[in-house]
């Protein structure tokens, strides 16, 4: 038993899934052992050192957040924090009516759907990023479950839904994939896929591809800007010390010194958080470097063996390489959309999510770089702050009419779904249900 858990936990690590997957194609490509061995070992290389880049830049944002939270009161409006792994985790945990069998169960039949689909149909996509996969299974079986249906229905219908969404989401996206990484080698693999296409399409109204963000000349007293590294460092040190003060407002300096920087000094825990969330941005986007040059030359053993024409469909840092200027618009963009989309919605009365960073620079990032591959400049901004804006109101929507269900009474207390890719079919398939009585 202790060798089938070893396994167990083996092969459900995303890094040892795309090993495998690389040491299956160069396998069947015949490559000679040092080939095998050499792409198989940096492939999972290549997802580890992504995850360290993740790790900091999570470590970097998560006391950012923090400072947020402490540093806007509810006042007269509810407030709550948007963070899928956070929502799909506690629910599982607390474990009400079962439903942590329902979201297994989905994740496990929901992909061999979406492989059936991917081999049968002429959507030639599989879906790789393991932590959309787990959100999406997560997400699927808490909406059907919140219908009151059967661990029976609620696994088959979910698991149906899951199926669909990896295999059209990634063809939907791929002609916007093509303008930007100027290839069909891989996929978009991540929840934003539908906010990111509505940012494509009004980048595509409003402006010009060929007026691209990436060319974009700096002035000469500017031209620190022209490096990433220094650009996004400069960014969040302005966002961590406009987080910060609105904390000290609120809780005063030993509030943040005792309950968020740990007993450090704030200005020194402040700007070393800044520096450390760029510190992972480089750190991630060499991990992406090393994973793609190693994956999709590999893959293609998979694709021509096992689902001819296969398109492995990856997690949403490996186009940002691509677009490292519009990356950072996102950022900028991305955050003046949630703090507007906050405004806006306490106005109304409807559940204000707080900011996250988190979805700035991932979700914003990547909406900045998809329009800015329909519209250029122009593009590029509204991308980023369509997905603040909108993503906003969206966010609000679902957790304002509990479009999965009572979250608070499943163990999610105080949290909310982000990604539109589970949100915008869920309020559909919530519409329906609503329609006919359900």
Known sequence: MGIFTILLELITMPAIILGLIALIGLLMQRKPAV???TGTIKTILGLLIM???IGALIGAIIPIQAMFEAGIPAGGFTTFITFDEAVVGAVQDANVGNIGAAIAYTMLFGYIIHLLLARFTKFKFVYLTGHMIWIHAGAFAILFHSFGLSLLWTVVLASIVDGLYMTLAPALAQPVMRKITGSDDFGFGHGQTLLNMVCAWVGKLIGNPEDSAEDTEMADSMSFFR????SISLIMILTAFVAVILAMVQIGISGVEESISGGKNWFIFTLMTALGFTAGVLVLLQGVRMLIAEIVPAFKGVADKLIPGAIPALDCPVI???APKSLIIGLISGT???VVGMVALALISWPVPLPS??????????GAIFGNAT??????WAGGFIWGFVGWFMISFAY?????GDLNAMGATDLGFTVPDAILPGIGIWAIAKLFGG
Request: hydrophobic share 55%.
């Open 35 to 37: 080939d095998v061995v």
């Open 51 to 53: 995850s360290v880049g």
């Open 227 to 230: 490096d990433m590294a220094v």
């Open 320 to 322: 940002y390489p691509f």
């Open 336 to 338: 003046i959309g949630q």
């Open 357 to 366: 960073m988190i979805v700035a620079f991932f979700a914003s990032g990547a």
């Open 375 to 380: 519209g250029g400049k122009r593009g590029a």
């Open 400 to 404: 304002k009419f509990m479009v999965f």
